[in-house]
Structure formats: C-alpha cells, structure tokens
C-alpha cells in the first residue's frame, strides 16, 4: 500500500502560477503510473495528468494541456504539478494517485486526501 500526501494547494490571483508536491511513502515498488486529479464543489472528480514512470511519457487534460506540466522526482519518492496561468476554472482540491498498469491503462489504486487550490479573478 502506498500513502500520499500532497502539498502546496493555496489561494492565488488568475494568471499566476503554482507548484503541487505529493509525497509518496509505503511499498511504492509496484507503482508504474501516478496522477493527479481534481474536483471542484458540485462537480465530479476530473483527471488532470498522468506520468509514466517507466519512460517519463505524460498526458493531460484539455483543459490544462500547454499550462500543466507534470513531474516526477524518483529519489524522493515525490510528484509535482505546476499549472502556469491559473484561471478561476482551476479552483478545486487536487489530489494525486498512484497505480499499475493494465492493458495500457492506469488503474489507481492509492489516492492521496488533497490540497486546496483556489483561483480569485
């Protein structure tokens, strides 16, 4: 089992830019993918990102493609997302989760409890 904590979620202006930390710790051997969704009050849980761990590849929603940048840093067990030019849009609790692989697919199985983000116009 894997636990993660994330970190970094904070109130910021629209058009500014900020850096989301999730520090993994357990039995992290068997994870091959991690990633980080976000769900905003009244809406359902959206996927945000993903990274590979294997080979590095990483996706992303629409929504955020060409602002997000996903990463992951193997020594201390921690990903980060940075979303550049943060809209009002952006506003949710993002969380990140790990999980395997399965025919191409990322099944999550360990989810983190999340951090705010909350972007004022």
């Known amino acids: 089992q894997v636990q993660l904590v994330e970190s970094g979620g904070d109130s910021v202006q629209a058009g500014g830019s900020l850096s989301l930390s999730c520090a993994a710790s357990?039995?992290?051997?068997?994870?091959?993918?991690k990633g980080w969704f976000r769900q905003a009050p009244g809406n359902e849980r959206e996927w945000v990102a993903t990274?590979?761990?294997?080979?590095?590849?990483?996706s992303y929603t629409s929504s955020v493609e060409g602002r997000a940048t996903i990463s992951l840093d193997n020594a201390k067990n921690t990903l980060y997302l940075r979303i550049n030019s943060l809209k009002p849009e952006d506003t949710a609790m993002y969380s990140c989760?790990?999980?395997?692989?399965?025919?191409?697919?990322?099944?999550?199985?360990?989810w983190g409890q999340g951090t705010q983000v909350t972007v004022s116009s």
């Open positions: 989760a790990a999980g395997r692989i399965t025919w191409g697919t990322c099944n999550w199985a360990s």
């Open positions: 357990g039995y992290t051997y068997d994870t091959d993918c």
């Open positions: 990274i590979f761990i294997a080979d590095g590849r990483s």
